[in-house]
């Protein structure tokens, strides 16, 4: 009996999820007035396979943090997607000032790779494992009255891999600037992930 405990614990252990990742940087989104944390998560056997967390804006009341999940061997189809998205915004942001154009929602057509997405829910990390982003361009008004063209990525709803009825609403990330595009992709990009993993700890500074 014991031995077989041991082996459930064992099992359970090696089946759990790590959340050793690390904060490494982080993108704002005046749109929602808010930063977020990007972090990365490193494989401990291989060091060039990594995960990387964005988190972002919960779209559901009883969901209060939410992201997806971009593991390392998509991370450079994710980061070819949303610059075909960066040059299509700028096109239409530029179309929509010279036409004056004050009010549009269009889907950008550009297909962003499966990812993962994660929510808290409860007092328990759920994870949905086939998330497919979708980004669309809107143009509309803000509380003070300009004009703000928005970059909006939606996971769509999200169900926890381990329960079919715990599910979220879930999630969007809103840029409402080309600065704020670029720094956010430059933030997942993996040089960044590199750079971060090259940089010395501070206590291997002080010899």
Do not use: H
Not at 38 to 49: G, H, I, N, Y
Not at 76 to 102: C, G, M
Request: aromatic share 14%.
């Amino acid at each position: 009996m014991k031995k077989l405990l041991l082996t459930l614990f064992c099992l359970a252990l090696f089946l759990s999820p790590s959340f050793s990742q690390k904060v490494y940087s982080e993108y704002n989104s005046i749109y929602f007035n808010s930063k977020y944390n990007l972090e990365v998560s490193f494989d401990e056997e291989d060091q060039s396979k990594y995960d990387i967390w964005i988190n972002a804006t919960s779209i559901d009341d009883l969901v209060e943090k939410t992201g997806i999940k971009v593991n390392s061997n998509k991370i450079d189809l994710f980061v070819k997607s949303l610059n075909l998205i960066k040059e299509k915004y700028i096109e239409w942001t530029t179309v929509a000032k010279t036409n004056n154009v004050e009010e549009l929602k269009k889907d950008f057509n550009i297909d962003i790779p499966t990812v993962d997405g994660f929510f808290y829910f409860g007092d328990e990390w759920e994870f949905d494992y086939s998330v497919k982003p979708t980004a669309r361009f809107i143009i509309l008004k803000n509380k003070k009255g300009e004009l703000c063209y928005v970059l909006l990525i939606s996971s769509g709803g999200l169900t926890s891999s381990s329960n079919e009825y715990i599910k979220s609403d879930g999630l969007y990330i809103a840029l409402s600037s080309i600065k704020e595009i670029e720094d956010f992709i430059s933030g997942v990009s993996p040089e960044t992930i590199l750079s971060f993993k090259n940089k010395p700890k501070t206590e291997d500074l002080f010899k």
